[in-house]
């Protein structure tokens, strides 16, 4: 079945460390999204893209980057990883002209 | 930019009843409404969604309403089952879904056996 993946699913890390999340999908879709979710705070939109030359900037970007390498990936990084940034990290895509946004199974990242 | 607002934050119900969640938006622009369930460990997934277009619609047992003069939106669960326990996300967007997402903050949903 078309699905959308991500990697790692768990990470621990220190402050200051880089991290890279990566995030495929075999859906054909063009569209890809970056949430990050915490306790309380529902989901968060980080970065979005619309096609490989479109990035965006979400709700709460301060700190992290992405790369859109190809139509099926979307990476998201933490150039340098602080301990407010563990929380529960979502991948999603979706199709220009659709409505719904599929999601990734989420990393859970912890930042000590 | 859009705010959406949910509520309860927690919800208990009696196996059976019903099951009301709330929230408002502040973009009168938006006017697509979707509601994703997330189970326990599991991804969020879209159960149902309306258009501004629309004032309710229905899908067995879950059916959400918009009125949009006041701008708000409810999802309601009757005759809920225990596979009912989940967190619910209310969202809103502009051109019917085809743009970015805001999601409400969510409700833990149990249902008491």
């Known amino acids: 079945d078309a699905d959308v993946t991500q990697t790692p699913r768990n990470r621990i890390t220190k402050t200051g460390k880089r991290i890279m999340l990566e995030c495929s999908q075999t859906k054909g879709h063009d569209r890809m999204y970056w949430y990050r979710q915490d306790p309380g705070l529902g989901l968060q939109l980080i970065y979005y893209?619309?096609?490989?030359?479109?990035?965006n900037k979400g709700e709460i970007s301060d700190g992290y980057s992405v790369s859109r390498q190809a139509q099926a990936k979307f990476s998201l990084s933490l150039e340098s990883a602080i301990p407010n940034q563990t929380a529960l990290y979502f991948c999603?895509?979706?199709?220009?002209?659709?409505?719904?946004?599929?999601f990734g199974p989420g990393t859970r990242l912890t930042v000590l | 930019g859009e705010n959406v607002e949910q509520h309860p934050s927690t919800l208990s119900v009696q196996e059976g009843d019903s099951a009301v969640i709330k929230c408002t938006y502040s973009?009168?622009?938006?006017?697509?409404f979707p509601w994703y369930k997330q189970e326990l460990g599991k991804r969020p997934q879209l159960i149902i969604d309306?258009?501004?277009?629309?004032g309710e619609k229905k899908d067995q047992r879950i059916a959400v309403t918009l009125n949009k003069t006041a701008k708000h939106f409810s999802l309601h669960i009757t005759e809920t089952q225990p596979e009912d326990s989940a967190v619910y996300f209310c969202a809103a967007s502009r051109n019917f879904g085809n743009e970015k997402l805001t999601f409400g903050t969510g409700t833990r949903l149990t249902i008491i056996p």
């Open positions: 893209s619309f096609d490989v030359k479109d990035i």
């Open positions: 309306i258009r501004s277009n629309v």
């Open positions: 973009d009168s622009a938006s006017n697509y």
């Open positions: 999603a895509t979706g199709l220009a002209g659709g409505q719904e946004q599929f």
